[in-house]
T-cell receptor, first 110, second 111 residues
Framework: LAKTTQPISMDSYEGQEVNITCSHN???????ITWYQQFPSQGPRFIIQ???TKVTNEVASLFIPADRKSSTLSLPRVSLSDTAVYYC???????????FGQGTELSVKP | DGGITQSPKYLFRKEGQNVTLSCEQN?????MYWYRQDPGQGLRLIYY???????QKGDIAEGYSVSREKKESFPLTVTSAQKNPTAFYLC??????????FGPGTRLTVT
């Protein structure tokens, strides 16, 4: 399973767009990129998944360049309730295993 | 309501005792997972099961045991062999590997 690297923490203000980048240099051909959000003392929640180019849903956008060695989670106009830890995961849909790294702790301030 | 339930939310035990954490899902998912999370850390996989009556060790299986006798249930036993059992335990289920649905967690404290 490909290892991922993300910033440990980020700060933002309400109403701003936040971009969190994840590096995954060893991504394999069959690997997908998935992001989860976790609030304190709760289980992580699936946000978005992509394979290449751009994916958008009602919560976020995921940008994946052509070489797929990195990806960027974009949260438009964050609010205080977006303060959480965000995890980037890379892998295929075989094997049943997910590897969670330390994640990025996003702090949104008024 | 569909979802995953874990009970209890908080659990206290004395050192040397085995303890079983409950995880039930009514989402009809084949795969189920147990993770451990320590303060300020990411999740680490303990065990996972992709089908009834079958399960595999994750990265930190030592000191833990599981069973998967029913599709809906995947209980985790923390044995006395687990050297540092105090942690937040999360159960998840999944129709596919990358859309895991997590329960509310059980915070276990062993003294």
């Amino acid at each position: 399973l490909a290892k991922t690297t993300q910033p440990i923490s980020m700060d933002s203000y309400e109403g701003q767009e936040v971009n969190i980048t994840c590096s995954h240099n060893n991504i394999a051909t069959n690997d997908y990129i998935t992001w989860y959000q976790q609030f304190p003392s709760q289980g992580p929640r699936f946000i978005i998944q992509g394979y290449k180019t751009k994916v958008t849903n009602e919560v976020a956008s995921l940008f994946i360049p052509a070489d797929r060695k990195s990806s960027t989670l974009s949260l438009p106009r964050v609010s205080l309730s977006d303060t959480a830890v965000y995890y980037c995961l890379v892998g295929d849909n075989l094997g049943g295993k997910l590897i969670f790294g330390q994640g990025t702790e996003l702090s949104v301030k008024p | 309501d569909g979802g995953i339930t874990q009970s209890p939310k908080y659990l206290f035990r004395k050192e040397g005792q085995n303890v079983t954490l409950s995880c039930e899902q009514n989402l009809n998912h084949d795969a189920m997972y147990w993770y451990r999370q320590d303060p300020g850390q990411g999740l680490r996989l303990i065990y996972y099961s992709q089908i009834v009556n079958d399960f595999q060790k994750g990265d930190i299986a030592e000191g833990y045991s599981v069973s998967r006798e029913k599709k809906e249930s995947f209980p985790l036993t923390v044995t006395s062999a687990q050297k540092n059992p105090t942690a937040f335990y999360l159960c998840a289920s999944s129709p596919t590997t990358y859309e895991q649905y997590f329960g509310p967690g059980t915070r276990l404290t062993v003294t």
